[in-house]
């Protein structure tokens, strides 16, 4: 249709100025265009009048009129007018199709990021959560040691308390005793006082007295001297005038001394016999072994104890695994050592106090069918000379055994030390020579077993005649959640389960109790634990109700932890109190 009407024909060219003369402000205010925006100028632009192209189309008009086909281009012109609105329905069509989707994308869009925000604020509150447990953990703990402090201040101050009243008391008691010492001393005093004064007063009766019996005295022995003197002269005249009586009685008193010598000789020897076969010997302090006197005063003891069957040897014992199967094989080894007859092995058992040393030698003992016997190393000390008699009757009184004996020395060190160290005394050295004499070759009657906890101490000769060294550790968490376990069926659960009267236990989870107090008693060994069983006990009996609760059982197990680091501490400390003299000693040695 531009063709026709002529609205889109060529418009007319502008003028010298660079407007069209037909339009407002062209060629009369060029510089005021020029101001103009683009945006501006376009809608000027607009609003511009072609008259040119109107009068072409009247024209055209005209022409087409004048035409005989005016009337199909006016059709063909309508059939263009409804394509063309087809065309824009189409497209508008088309623009909508664009605009719903472009609604779904952005729905779309949106729920996306609504699921976006939901897994962010989930996240949030996850993290917000978790550090909100943390923050509980941490105060829960806070309150756990600000409570342990609590109570290890109100323990100090018990402590100080009972510190005070007990030197308190100790000035009273020494007071008491000072005031008491003075009166004594003034009624003392008093009385030399008063019996010197009646002594100055009697003197002359006094020493009238002491002269008259000394006269009397002097009489009586001079009539003495005189009878006797006349009655051994009659006798010896008379014996010396009969030499048959001579003979007699030099006879009866030579056979009158070897009667009193053969005597002696005979109760040493019997004495000795007795000691070594029925007696036990002085520097034993716990047998298994009964005695003749032993066996007639407890015959229900020997009865049962000649029907006792052997027990494992680690029964009731708890150990790391590696060190169970290594005192296992030596308790096999031992039991048929001592059924064929064999030579034993000597054994030194080495590691902290209480981790079941002289335990595992007892429980050896029964479970091979021998007797043991356990003797203190310190206790060879005291004896001085008498210490090498003492141990060869220890030994000579092992060999006498019929059932083969087990001898445990405890605290080993003490006696068995180097023979070069200063710290020895020549007694001391000669019962280890005793010692290392009597232990020179293997033996089928007794099986010996050291027990130390610092064997590196020991003489070199006494580490030669040791066959195998087993090291005992402190338990570790397993073996430290066992021995509580054990022990709180023993001392807890086995009494109230047996009715006994004022043994009571709350209901609360036994288990986790005892895992938790195993990793609070990190460093105790299995002798600290056992009495830590004993304490439950001694709580219970105290308690108003008879009424066993879980905050008791930890409260016990917190105050053994806290003497268990008391310990530590002194042994710390005296630790460096021994370096500090030997460093010392050496010193001056040196100077």
Not at 63 to 74: D, F, G, I, V
Not at 150 to 165: F, G, H, I, T, Y
Not at 238 to 261: E, F, H, P, R
Not at 460 to 472: G, K, P, Q, S
């Amino acid at each position: 249709m531009s063709w026709f009407f002529g609205s889109r024909g060529q418009a007319p060219p502008p003028d010298r100025d660079g407007g069209h003369p037909d339009q407002p402000g062209g060629g009369g205010n060029p510089g005021a265009e020029m101001n103009l925006t683009r945006a501006e100028r376009k809608a000027m632009e607009a609003y511009r009048f072609d008259s040119s192209a109107l009068e072409r189309a009247a024209e055209a008009a005209k022409t087409l009129e004048k035409s005989k086909h005016a009337r199909e281009a006016l059709d063909l012109s309508k059939m263009q007018e409804n394509t063309r609105q087809q065309e824009l329905q189409a497209k508008a069509k088309e623009y909508e199709a664009h605009i719903e989707t472009a609604k779904v994308e952005q729905k779309r869009v949106d729920y996306e990021e609504r699921r976006k925000l939901l897994s962010e604020e989930t996240k949030h509150q996850q993290q917000r959560a978790q550090y909100q447990d943390q923050l509980a953990r941490k105060r829960y703990e806070e309150q756990l040691v600000q409570q342990q402090r609590v109570q290890e201040e109100n323990l100090r101050k018990q402590e100080e308390s009972v510190a005070k009243q007990e030197a308190m008391r100790r000035a009273t008691i020494e007071h008491e005793i000072e005031m008491k010492e003075k009166n004594k001393m003034k009624l003392l005093e008093a009385e030399l006082r008063a019996k010197a004064k009646v002594d100055r007063e009697n003197r002359d009766i006094n020493l009238e007295q002491i002269r008259l019996k000394a006269q009397e005295h002097r009489v009586t022995v001079l009539e003495g001297i005189k009878t006797a003197g006349s009655v051994l002269g009659a006798g010896a005249q008379a014996m010396l005038n009969d030499w048959q009586k001579v003979v007699t009685a030099a006879g009866g008193l030579s056979l009158l001394a070897l009667g009193i010598y053969s005597a002696k000789g005979a109760t040493g020897v019997t004495s000795r016999y007795i000691e070594a076969r029925i007696g036990k010997p002085s520097l034993v302090g716990e047998t298994s072994r009964f005695s003749l006197l032993e066996a007639v005063r407890h015959p229900i003891h020997l009865i049962r104890r000649f029907r006792s069957k052997p027990t494992d040897a680690l029964q009731g014992i708890v150990l790391q695994p590696k060190l169970e199967e290594r005192l296992r094989d030596i308790a096999i080894a031992t039991k048929n050592t001592r059924q064929n007859k064999g030579f034993y092995r000597n054994i030194s058992l080495y590691g902290p106090p209480g981790t079941g040393k002289t335990l595992f030698a007892k429980k050896l003992a029964n479970h091979s069918g021998m007797d043991y016997a356990i003797m203190t190393g310190g206790d060879v000390a005291p004896m001085g000379r008498e210490g090498v008699t003492a141990i060869h009757k220890v030994f000579d009184w092992a060999n006498t055994s019929g059932r083969g004996l087990l001898l445990f020395v405890d605290e080993a060190d003490a006696f068995l030390r180097k023979r070069s160290s200063e710290r020895i005394s020549e007694d001391l050295r000669a019962s280890l020579n005793a010692f290392l004499y009597r232990t020179s070759e293997q033996n089928r009657k007794f099986m010996l077993i050291l027990a130390s906890n610092t064997p590196e101490q020991f003489d070199y000769a006494i580490n030669d005649r040791l066959d195998e060294m087993v090291e005992f550790t402190l338990p570790g968490l397993e073996e430290r959640e066992r021995l509580v376990r054990l022990y709180f069926d023993k001392f807890v659960l086995e009494p109230a389960a047996e009715g006994q009267k004022r043994f009571k236990v709350e209901q609360f989870d036994y288990g986790a109790v005892c895992s938790k107090m195993a990793k609070l008693c990190e460093g105790m060994s299995g002798r600290e634990i056992s009495k830590l069983g004993v304490a439950w006990q001694a709580a219970l009996y105290c308690s108003e109700d008879g009424v066993l609760t879980e905050k008791m059982v930890v409260d016990k197990c917190h105050e053994a932890i806290h003497q268990h680091k008391q310990k530590m501490a002194w042994l710390s400390e005296q630790e460096k109190g021994d370096h500090k003299s030997i460093t010392g000693g050496k010193s001056q040695q040196s100077q």
